[in-house]
């Protein structure tokens, strides 16, 4: 079993996480990045309830971890509807009394430039990946305000700060904006004692990548030798682990000090110049 850090302050904590589940169930021996932070802080003591559009998926989740001798609640729903999201959060409420750790996860690329991408899908990847974050948001901070503590962590990505060599401009602006959401949102509520911070992975291999490479589409398989036939200086994709240690380390009191801040978890990928080392 895959050991994680502890953070005494965690234990007993009440988080809830935005999609808990991830592609490729049952089956996939990896976790996706939802799945592993809600592993990382269940391992921490902390009660997780999580959501996911794909039911199925996040009681593959709830049952992996279940096998670990954890415990966390599970649900549907749809992060793009404010109504689901609002009876997400009313129901930790109802169990728990409080909210003191929200995880942003959702997020997925469509391909495409802004010539030829179409409007509909442009709407779509907005939705998805951006205004999940303002709906949750939306209904989360005024608990964690009320409550005087809280903390948020949005899942972004280097698409989000980068240009990775394939088009997919909406999900790469909806990112980018996800991490000035945060950083702005972290000023505002600065003195409220919730504090907002982003993890931005790198080239990550979780199930949904692995499915690339099992794809019976030539596309998928492309993309799949892209991603994994990287340049990453660390010299190797990194691990659903290790974006879920940055998202625990943010959700501590470790992590105390900071707030409005992307951490970049990508082996050093954005840092390079591509000249080489
Ligand atoms: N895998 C990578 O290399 C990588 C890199 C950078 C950023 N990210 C980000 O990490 C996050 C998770 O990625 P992953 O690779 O683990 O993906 P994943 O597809 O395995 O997991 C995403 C989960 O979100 C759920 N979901 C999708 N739409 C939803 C909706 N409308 N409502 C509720 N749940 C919904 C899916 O069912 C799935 O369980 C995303 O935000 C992604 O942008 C991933």
Redesign the pocket.
């Known amino acids: 079993m895959y050991t994680f850090p502890t953070y005494q302050d965690l234990k007993g904590k009440v988080a809830l996480v935005?999609?808990?589940?991830?592609?490729?169930v049952p089956g996939s021996k990896i976790w996706?990045?939802?799945a592993a932070m809600a592993r990382a802080l269940c391992s921490n003591g902390v009660k997780v309830f999580g959501?996911?559009?794909?039911l199925q998926?996040?009681e593959y989740t709830a049952s992996r971890l279940q096998d670990e001798g954890r415990i966390c609640d599970v649900t549907t729903?749809?992060?793009?509807s404010s109504t689901d999201v609002k009876r997400v959060v009313e129901e930790v409420m109802a169990k728990h009394g409080r909210i003191d750790i929200l995880v942003n996860?959702?997020?997925?690329?469509a391909a495409g430039d802004p010539a030829s991408m179409s409007e509909a899908v442009w709407d779509v990847q907005l939705n998805?990946?951006l205004k999940?974050v303002y709906q949750s948001c939306h209904f989360v901070l005024p608990i964690m305000e009320k409550q005087g503590s809280g903390t948020i962590i949005n899942?972004?990505?280097?698409?989000g700060v980068s240009y990775l060599g394939k088009p997919q401009i909406a999900?790469s602006a909806a990112?980018a904006a996800v991490i000035h959401f945060t950083k702005v949102t972290a000023v505002m509520y600065a003195l409220k004692g919730v504090r907002l911070n982003c993890v931005v992975?790198?080239?990550?291999y979780?199930?949904?990548?692995e499915n690339l490479g099992r794809s019976e589409k030539e596309e998928d398989r492309e993309v799949f030798r892209k991603?994994t036939e990287h340049n990453v200086p660390i010299g190797r994709m990194g691990e659903?682990e290790d974006?879920a240690n940055a998202a625990l380390f943010l959700a501590s009191d470790a992590a105390k000090y900071i707030t409005g801040q992307p951490l970049i978890v990508d082996g050093g990928l954005t840092s390079q110049t591509g000249t080489g080392q």
């Open positions: 935005m999609g808990i589940g991830q592609t490729n996706g990045n939802g959501c996911d559009l794909n998926a996040a729903a749809d992060v793009t996860n959702v997020g997925m690329t998805l990946n999940s899942n972004a990505s280097i698409a999900y990112k992975p790198g080239m990550i979780t199930p949904l990548v991603i659903p974006i």
